[in-house]
């Protein structure tokens, strides 16, 4: 007798991505993403914007998804939503429809944190790292290293105390006169550029504690002391100024990767999140890997940035587990976890 197989509909809505996959047993049948463009005119994320273009967005998308998937969707086992962390309106949205959703088709509610889905995304595909595994987590609005013993059994370790790296990347360009999202530009620009040309400073802080702010107030003032001299001198060296700060950026997430992994004696390492879509943190993270002996993991470019497939991988854990929310369930832009 064949088994069941288990079906989930996934919702990311936490920033500016309006996303929606179908899970089933583990593997993705369908991803589809609707990004919003408006934000770019702006310089960022313009909140009301964003929630009003869930709302646009979310029927179909889902509505792609459960087409693109090839299942009926009286074949869908549970809904599994964001729940937090991200800008509370477009948590709304997904979350009002994901409660309608499974109140409509009496199923069963999974709640997710959105950190805790970025991590496994690893989980989405093949060659998927044992455990105990070590998880960077890098992107506009977090930087953490998680302890990652099972699915879903993780520990944060330390994470940053101000900024987050992309935030950082994205201030700093901004500063550069790039455009939004800016954090991608610095990364294309970096590659042409030397990354030792300029000097900027690390804040050194203990533990596993991150601090970026000190590095986006050192690129502030030397640019205004440049300037004072040459008006154009960041557009004559953009090249090395992305360069050298993002070279000096990695540098700070690779020191404390590497000695949270000597310590607990992990060997089993990975980046999750938006900025692990980075080419020089890629690079830096094989690199490191292979100096220290490390199995590195690294999700594909599409399940680093925001999208609902890591929501259903996640949710498929918890769905093993019973581990379902029910109505009352109610979104947070800066929920804690593990």
Request: aromatic residues 8%; hydrophobic residues 45%.
């Amino acid at each position: 007798m064949e088994l069941k197989k288990v079906n989930i509909l996934a919702i990311e809505s936490s920033c500016d991505e309006t996303s929606a996959a179908i899970i089933q047993d583990g593997i993705v049948l369908s991803n589809v993403i609707a990004t919003q463009k408006v934000h770019e005119r702006y310089g960022g994320v313009v909140p009301e914007m964003a929630s009003r273009a869930h709302m646009e967005n979310i029927i179909p998308v889902v509505a792609t998804a459960i087409a693109d998937s090839g299942i009926e969707k009286s074949a869908i086992n549970a809904v599994a939503f964001t729940q937090a962390p991200g800008l509370i309106g477009s948590l709304l949205v997904g979350a009002c429809f994901a409660k309608s959703f499974a109140q409509t088709m009496n199923i069963p509610l999974i709640a997710v944190h959105h950190m805790q889905a970025h991590v496994l995304a690893h989980f989405i595909e093949e060659r998927q790292p044992e455990f105990p595994f070590l998880c960077l987590t890098v992107s506009g609005g977090h930087t953490q290293i998680v302890l990652c013993r099972s699915h879903l059994d993780m520990e944060v370790l330390g994470e940053t105390m101000d900024d987050a790296a992309g935030e950082a990347f994205d201030k700093v360009a901004k500063m550069l006169g790039l455009p939004y999202p800016g954090g991608p530009l610095i990364d294309r620009h970096a590659k042409s550029g030397d990354s030792l040309r300029f000097r900027f400073p690390s804040k050194e802080m203990k533990d596993y504690t991150f601090s970026f702010s000190g590095i986006k107030t050192a690129v502030l003032y030397f640019l205004q002391a440049q300037r004072k001299t040459d008006p154009e001198f960041a557009e004559k060296n953009i090249n090395d100024i992305c360069a050298s700060v993002q070279y000096t950026i990695i540098k700070m997430l690779m020191a404390k990767l590497e000695k949270a992994a000597h310590d607990l004696g992990i060997t089993n390492v990975g980046i999750a999140g938006g900025v692990s879509a980075n080419s020089g943190l890629r690079k830096a993270l094989e690199e490191t890997g292979a100096k220290n002996g490390w199995s590195v993991f690294i999700p594909r470019f599409e399940y680093c940035t925001d999208n609902a497939a890591m929501i259903g991988i996640t949710g498929y854990y918890k769905y093993q587990k019973g581990l379902f929310t029910d109505l009352s369930a109610t979104p947070s832009a800066r929920a804690t976890w593990a």
